[in-house]
Every structure is written in C-alpha cells, then in structure tokens.
C-alpha cells in the first residue's frame, strides 16, 4: 500500500514545491517598506472648520512657513474637501523650505524620494532630507538613510551611519533597517545575533517590516537558534494589511513546512491577503496555487 500523502492535500504539497524557487529571495528580509506614513507637519493640520484651506491659503500668501507646509498637507492628502494635488503640494512645500522651515524641505524631499505626483529625483531628496534630519526631524533621517540603500543613491556605509544615528535617538524604524542592514551584511559586518537584538526592538514597536524578518531570523537559525514557535509569533506581528509583503514572506514560510505541517494549509490565505494588499509576486503565486488545484 502506498505511503499517505503528509500534506493537508496534494495542492498543498504543489504550492509548496511551485514556490520552493522563490523561498530564498521571499524569506530574505526587505528593505524598508513603501507603504509609508504621510509626511510630517509641523502644526495641527487636523482641523474640521470649512475655512482651514483659506485660513492657511491666507497664512501661506502672508509669508507663513508653517502656513504653506500645512496646505501642501491638505493638498498631498486630499482633506477638507480638496481634492489630491501632490504637484501644488510639492509647489507649498518648496516656498515652506525657501523660508528655513526643515518639516517643508523634509516633505518635499520625501515626495521627490517616492516619486508622489512629481518626478521621483533621489539627488534632489538627498539634500532635502540631509537638511531636515540635521534639523532633528527622525523620520527624514529615516527616509535619508532608504534613499542611500538602494537606488541611484547608493551608499550603503552612508546609510547605515544615518540609521544608526537616527536609532540611538529612538527612531524603531531606523532600528528595523539598521537591523535588517547587519542581518543582510549590507554596508556593515554580517551579525544574526545583534541584528536579532534591534529587529526585536523595533517589532516591539509594532514595526511590521521588522517583526518578518525577525521571523526569518529565527526560523533559517541565522545567529539565533531556530525556533519555528517564535518565528511564527513575529510572522503574525509581521502581516499587516499596511505592509502586504510580511504576508507574502509568511505565506512563503508556512508552504515551506518549516513551520509545521499544520500551517502549510495557511498559505493560500495569506498570498489571498497579500495579493488583495497589492502585493505582486503573492498574487502570481495565488494563481499558481489555483493552476495546480485545478490541475487535480
């Protein structure tokens, strides 16, 4: 008599082997995500008042910093009944950082870095960027340190030099990519161990990038030991609908059978979720997994 099949089903065994090419690059830790918080303002934007727009309109053609910061705000976002124009944005932000305000050069720099309804120009965000962390504004450090980590930009010792810095001020993002640096051997000694240290840092901070690739730390034991109980904890931590590629990363890692064959059935839910979450590669897969079954 034939041997039983150990997987859930002979999909699910399919779904692990169809994706057993890209487990290495999947479980490797990304970069910092794109998905990303709105820029930083540098007063209450929040207000509910029909005439917020006017007032700060006002305050902008008066010669506020702070004024024309917060509008692009309103602009970049598409509140108090303005539709999104990311380009005037970019315009408001200028004027805010032509009059020394660091939060309206950090802006336009995080906009020009991401390429938000203006061309993406990581040479001009560098120095948007360098002046808004060297005013103390953490989250442009951060996002000074993702334009040096990859891209035109590149430069990596660089990068783990703003990180760094920007973690030891308390910044847990920066942690997570200063982790994810040591974990990768990017710019600096490769170290499982310390990279373990500031990942745990920062997925204690509900960092989701960190949590999934402090779940692959320990479960490839890459200078921690392996323990498929933790990892699977800091995978859950890890998918978000915010950040789709930590359900992608886990999806990867239950098809894999690391984690138990009990978790290999979970995969197609979470690529479901990925891919839902915009998440390419997890929806490429989703398909293969659906090929297969159908194939049965």
């Known amino acids: 008599m034939e041997a039983p099949v150990r997987r859930a089903d002979l999909a699910t065994a399919l779904m692990a082997a169809a994706i057993a090419a890209c487990a290495r690059a999947s479980n490797a830790p990304p970069p910092p995500p794109v998905v990303v918080p709105p820029p930083a303002a540098s007063g209450s934007a929040s207000h509910d008042s029909s005439d917020v727009v006017s007032l700060y309109e006002r305050a902008c053609d008066g010669g506020s910093a702070v004024g024309c910061n917060n509008l692009g705000l309103v602009l970049l976002e598409g509140r108090h009944g303005k539709g999104r124009d990311p380009a005037r944005a970019a315009s408001l932000f200028q004027r805010a950082c032509d009059m020394n305000l660091a939060t309206g050069c950090g802006n336009l720099g995080f906009i020009e870095h991401q390429g938000s309804g203006v061309p993406r120009n990581d040479a001009k965000a560098v120095g948007l960027l360098t002046r ?165």
Not at 153 to 169: I, N, R, S, T
Not at 240 to 246: I, M, N, S, V
Not at 251 to 264: N, T
Not at 270 to 287: F, I, P, V, W, Y
């Open 132 to 296: 808004a962390c060297d005013a103390g504004l953490l989250e442009m450090c951060y996002w000074l340190g993702d334009v040096f980590f990859g891209g035109e930009q590149e430069d990596l010792p660089h990068a783990y030099e703003v990180f760094d810095a920007a973690c030891q001020k308390g910044h847990t993002r920066s942690c997570a990519s200063e982790g994810i640096m040591i974990q990768l051997g990017k710019g600096v000694a490769k170290d499982g161990g310390r990279a373990a240290v500031l990942l745990e840092k920062a997925c204690g901070a509900d960092v989701a990038f960190a949590c999934s690739s402090l779940g692959t730390l320990f479960l490839d034991g890459d200078g921690v030991r392996v323990d498929a109980e933790r990892a699977r904890a800091d995978y859950e931590k890890g998918c978000t609908d915010e950040y789709p590629r930590g359900c992608y990363a886990y999806a990867v890692a239950c098809a894999s059978g690391k984690l138990g064959d009990d978790y290999v059935a979970r995969a197609e839910p979470l690529l479901r979720r990925a891919c839902k979450g915009g998440h390419a590669d997890s929806c490429a897969l989703l398909a293969q997994w659906l090929e297969k079954k159908e194939q049965q």
